[in-house]
């Protein structure tokens, strides 16, 4: 039976409302510019004096807003860049100074008045950290020191705003205390976890400490106007019941909507409170009391036909936008909202084989292939750019899921939207960390496990942190799931509200794990911590040695090549580490861990630049390795792995599939390649080929054809057959070992994969390089140069195709690099995706590759690198 959603009086479905009422958009920009600061220190006055226009601020700083303490001083040039070589070093830390020597005044001015009766002025600040207190126009806005890194601050200011429009805003910001000491321990000593912050400040064996600790106004700062009624925290659900297609007509969804209401008058306010969805607005009355707020939930509403979301490697990313408004008296719009969703529904259960949770979305199972995500910048310097540039790389990636680690932040919506743009659910962990908050004996901490058991200091300030986050993040198709923290749960008090009533109530939709390795997750059958193993392995073992079966930490090495090396360490510091242990002090500092005797079966290194080519190899193979074995294992062994980490924000050199400056390496492509949504690859340990299906698609007819190619190029057909699978599945065909084996024996073998439909286009492909039957790729040493052909040309602004053509009597044109490249410098433009890179092209085939960037109106028009193990850099042209 249809649902009736007509009521009458209260509620009704409204066709033509906007042809009825005086439309006032809800008016909010930000305060971004016109900052400037100066050190506690030099500031005699108070903040009722500075806040006042009449105070001369000409002299001070020019401030970055929202930043750090560190990039205002970084952006005027009083201290190196921290990122590069030792600079870090240059730079005083705060527990050797003191907490005043980072403590700021931050000033500026803003032209805004109540132009109208009715009309309310609103300032918000997204983020400061640690603690700060707020005048404007000679007058203390918050009566009690705010104190509290995640925390969002809201001011009325509409009887603070001057009567000429001309306002000025001066926060200080004290710095967290205690800033902890950074003696090397995981988050230095531990002291920093008092705080409700994030830990990684103080130091980690992928960072060294930043050295304000992160203290400023480091997130947006907005002024926003509305009339009577301010709509605030708007929670969107939507329900998609069954087990959905991606394609195809679908059953119905339900959409539910509450929002608050927060009325700052001394009057009652009627109104209407109205949600648009494509074209059907749904409203409810509403009378909101003087000086209150209140939550009004709105009729559901059945969305027929959804297009819906899905995972990245599952179906389309489809989004709506919804409209939310209050009208007063049904006629005035005081505030309106307008917000992304999309529709999916999230579920988990228990996987009885695997002894893990398993993650649905819309009734489909999802076998999970993610990255460990700390932060983008790690002082703090995001942008909408920077986060789209790095989500996408997850989503070349072929990954489905972003874990936010605990000792991090809870992110920003600007990630948020991104990652509901490119298909990327999220685990989102709460601020706890098993180093800094008591798990194990650690003789680098200052206090004791029991101790640091109850950290925070503030539990009511977490609790409070932790109810404001979840409400501005909770509408994001992508948030998959909530995590208590990193290896570790809250303290008891912390824990149980947050569990069984706080995310039940304020959001409810989505699992809640107590800790990022927990039994509960993933039961820990094998004993240890629960996740690992860390640092580089033996490609067998990611096939052959079972893990955890939902492991939230997995990594290996992930060094950048030569020319990612030189963005941060000094030439005279360029110097191949050498197996087992030495290793130059630049390299050292910026966390390097070693390649050991995997470099080695390619020939010992000749120098930096030739151990960073072989680098990318190990760096290939690994990554594609790894997510092979997970996936070659699905629902037997594992439902998911989440890598530890793909991304850096640091210039450390270790775990990473791009480097900081957005520059991909060979982790990347090895990962793309690996983790394909239906992906042909060869196991290492028993030489069986085989097939994995992460799609909800059934494959029939499928051309399998396996060749190899000596080291001369000349090639041989293995087999080629028909095959098919099922949806979200690996399956065996065919054992290669013997053979291969024999093929291999004194030089090492090229093997190619490849799946193709009745069109004989390319589904699926696969080239590994196999070494002699002693291990080394003895063969690869010894080809000869390979010449290939490349035309470029563009497609459209920022978009470009190019076609690479090996010669057919000609080896292997092996590993090659494609760059995009600046035609004076030389030096690469990023970021740049390209469709596959660390490309081998056989004799007599073609490859063609797609490149996107978003070209600057001073460049001058790029041209292509193209250079290989056995191919010579080469510059290409773009035709037009």
């Not at 710095?175 to 321990?185: C, I, L, Q, R, S």
């Not at 999802?366 to 790095?390: H, V």
């Amino acid at each position: 039976m249809k649902k009736n959603i007509c009521k009458p009086l209260f509620v009704t479905i409204v066709l033509s409302l906007y042809a009825h009422h005086i439309a006032l958009a809800q008016i909010q920009y930000e305060l971004n510019s016109g900052w400037r600061c100066k050190n506690i220190d030099e500031v005699k006055e108070d903040g009722i004096a500075l806040s006042q226009a009449s105070y001369k601020i000409q002299d001070w700083l020019p401030a970055t807003v929202p930043g750090t303490v560190l990039t205002t001083l970084l952006n005027n040039k009083r201290i190196p860049d921290p990122l590069y070589g030792m600079n870090n070093e240059k730079i005083p830390d705060i527990y050797t100074t003191g907490r005043e020597k980072y403590t700021y005044w931050f000033v500026t001015d803003f032209v805004e008045s109540s132009s109208a009766p009715g009309d309310q002025v609103w300032l918000h600040l997204r983020g400061v950290n640690y603690s700060c207190d707020i005048f404007l126009n000679g007058k203390k806005l918050n009566p009690s020191t705010h104190k509290g890194m995640f925390l969002r601050q809201s001011y009325n200011i509409t009887s603070h705003l001057s009567a000429n429009g001309n306002n000025r805003i001066a926060v200080i910001v004290y710095p967290p205390d205690p800033v902890g000491n950074p003696n090397g321990g995981q988050g230095g000593d531990g002291m920093i976890a008092k705080n409700v912050s994030h830990q990684y400040v103080a130091g980690w064996d992928w960072i060294q400490p930043i050295r304000d600790r992160n203290t400023g106004i480091w997130d947006k700062v907005f002024i926003e106007k509305t009339k009577a009624i301010n709509l605030k925290n708007p929670h969107i659900v939507t329900k998609v019941s069954g087990k959905r297609l991606p394609e195809g007509k679908q059953e119905p969804a339900t959409l539910k909507v509450t929002t608050e209401l927060e009325n700052p008058t001394a009057k009652s306010v009627n109104g209407i409170a109205s949600y648009t969805w494509e074209g059907t607005t749904i409203s409810q009355k509403v009378t909101v009391a003087p000086f209150s707020t209140t939550t009004v939930a709105l009729p559901d509403y059945t969305i027929k036909n959804p297009r819906l979301w899905w995972p990245n490697g599952y179906g389309e990313q489809h989004l709506y936008t919804l409209k939310l408004q209050f009208l007063i008296n049904g006629k005035t719009v005081s505030d309106e909202e307008n917000i992304s969703v999309g529709v999916r529904e999230i579920q988990t259960k228990w996987n009885n084989e695997t002894r893990s949770r398993q993650v649905m979305v819309n009734g489909q199972r999802i076998f999970i292939k993610g990255g460990n995500w700390i932060i983008s910048d790690a002082m703090l310097r995001f942008t909408d750019a920077r986060y789209d540039a790095e989500i996408r790389f997850h989503r070349d990636m072929n990954l489905n899921l972003i874990r936010i680690w605990g000792g991090a932040l809870i992110e920003r919506p600007e990630f948020y939207s991104a990652c509901d743009k490119y298909g990327l659910l999220v685990m989102q962990d709460f601020w706890m960390s098993g180093d800094c908050n008591g798990r194990w004996t650690d003789p680098k901490k200052t206090e004791d496990q029991w101790t640091r058991r109850k950290y925070p200091d503030d539990h009511a300030l977490f609790l409070t942190s932790a109810i404001d986050q979840i409400k501005m993040i909770r509408n994001h198709a992508s948030l998959g799931m909530w995590c208590g923290g990193n290896e570790i749960t809250p303290p008891e008090d912390i824990l149980t509200p947050l569990r069984d009533s706080i995310i039940p109530e304020l959001d409810g939709t989505r699992w809640f794990v107590e800790y990022s390795n927990s039994d509960s997750m993933s039961f820990n059958s094998i004993g240890g911590n629960g996740d690992g193993p860390y640092g580089i392995q033996p490609i067998e073992s990611f096939w052959d040695k079972q893990t955890f079966p939902f492991n939230s930490e997995v990594g290996s090495v992930g060094i950048g090549d030569y020319e990612s090396l030189e963005r941060f360490i000094p030439a005279e510091n360029m110097v191949a580490p050498k197996h087992p242990s030495k290793v130059d002090p630049v390299w050292d500092y910026h966390k390097y861990i070693g390649y050991d005797q995997y470099i080695n079966p390619y020939g010992e290194p000749k120098s930096v630049k030739d151990f960073a080519v072989k680098a990318q190899l190990v760096n290939y193979d690994q990554y594609r390795a790894l997510i092979e074995g997970f996936s070659s294992h699905m629902w037997e062994w594992y439902t998911g792995t989440i890598i530890w980490k793909t991304q850096n924000p640091w210039t450390a050199m270790r775990g990473q599939m791009y480097d900081y400056y957005l520059d991909p390496n060979a982790c990347l492509y090895g990962l793309r390649h690996g983790s394909e949504p239906l992906h042909v690859m060869y196991s290492p340990t028993d030489g069986m080929v085989m097939i994995a299906n992460n799609t909800v698609k059934a494959y029939q007819d499928l051309m399998l054809v396996i060749k190899t190619y000596d080291m001369n190029g000349k090639d041989s057909l293995l087999s080629q057959v028909f095959v098919g699978i099922e949806p979200t599945i690996s399956k065996k065909y065919l054992a290669l070992k013997g053979m291969l084996n024999s093929l291999r024996k004194d030089k090492g073998v090229f093997l190619s994969l490849q799946l193709l439909d009745l069109n004989k286009q390319i589904l699926s492909e696969n080239f590994y390089w196999l070494p002699d039957n002693n291990g080394m790729h003895t063969g690869l040493n010894q080809m000869k140069a390979a010449k290939i052909q490349a035309e470029a040309k563009w497609l459209a602004e920022g978009k470009i195709e190019l076609k690479l053509s090996n010669f057919s009597e000609s080896p292997v044109a092996f590993f090659n690099r494609i760059s995009l490249i600046d035609p004076k410098s030389k030096k690469r433009l990023l970021p740049v995706f390209y469709s596959d890179n660390y490309i081998s092209i056989t004799p007599g085939s073609q490859k063609t590759i797609y490149l996107e960037y978003h070209p600057e109106n001073d460049k001058a028009t790029p041209l292509i690198s193209i250079s290989g193990w056995n191919v010579e850099e080469h510059l290409t042209e773009i035709s037009k």
